[in-house]
């Protein structure tokens, strides 16, 4: 059983493998570098490594044990309906997941192998399956930062459109598109 570090961000809570012993570095990069002296380290994902300290860093929640690939539940990973949701995916039925800017590929990944088993291709799997991503834009003219709504089919359902309304992305001109090529498929 690994041990996991989890730490909470405005998304939702992430995981960095926890190693306290020279034994939890077994089979990692790591073995035979990080030293004893050094633990405990949270190695993370990304080919690095860094002291663990959860005395002072303020996002640290707990210590958790787990052998699965996605050691907390999709819905804590990736706020599920968050009332502050500003990016992430929409299900068909309205519900959404939340993500940082860069973390779209990274959500539809434990999205899909949830919603979706067996897949490959994680965003296009979730697009086919009438999932829409809700992005960061920059129009790259006025330094300006916004929401555009993507729909791989081109439709959305009536609970993503009604979704849509209640975080105020009705009015995007996307998303006025979108509608209206969907209204047949109502």
């Known amino acids: 059983m ?10 939702g809570y992430y995981c960095y493998e926890y190693c306290d012993t020279i034994e939890s570095l077994e089979g990692t990069s790591f073995e035979g570098i990080i030293q004893k002296d050094t633990l405990p380290v949270v190695l993370d994902g990304k080919g690095g ?4 300290d959860g005395e002072t860093d303020p996002n640290f929640t707990e210590i958790i044990e787990s052998d699965e690939e996605y050691p907390l539940p ?4 990736f706020f599920k309906n968050d009332k ?4 992430g995916w929409m299900s068909p039925d309205g519900d959404t997941y939340s ?3 860069t973390g779209h590929t990274k959500a539809a990944k434990a999205l899909a192998k949830k919603f979706l088993p067996p897949t490959e291709y994680y ?5 086919r399956a009438g999932w829409i ?15 555009f709504v993507y729909s791989m089919s081109g439709k959305i359902t009536n609970r993503q459109a009604d979704k849509l309304f209640d975080l105020g992305l ?5 998303v006025k598109k979108i509608i209206a090529d969907s209204e047949n498929y109502w």
């Open 84 to 87: 502050n949701f500003k990016l």
């Open 123 to 127: 965003e296009r799997a979730l697009g």
């Open 170 to 174: 009705y009015e995007n001109p996307e």
């Open 2 to 11: 690994k041990k996991y570090a989890v730490y909470k961000s405005e998304t």
């Open 99 to 101: 993500c940082d800017y």
């Open 74 to 77: 999709v819905e804590k990973m």
């Open 133 to 147: 991503k809700i992005i960061d834009s920059w129009d790259g003219t006025e330094r300006r930062h916004g929401q």
């Open 49 to 52: 490594y860094f002291r663990f």
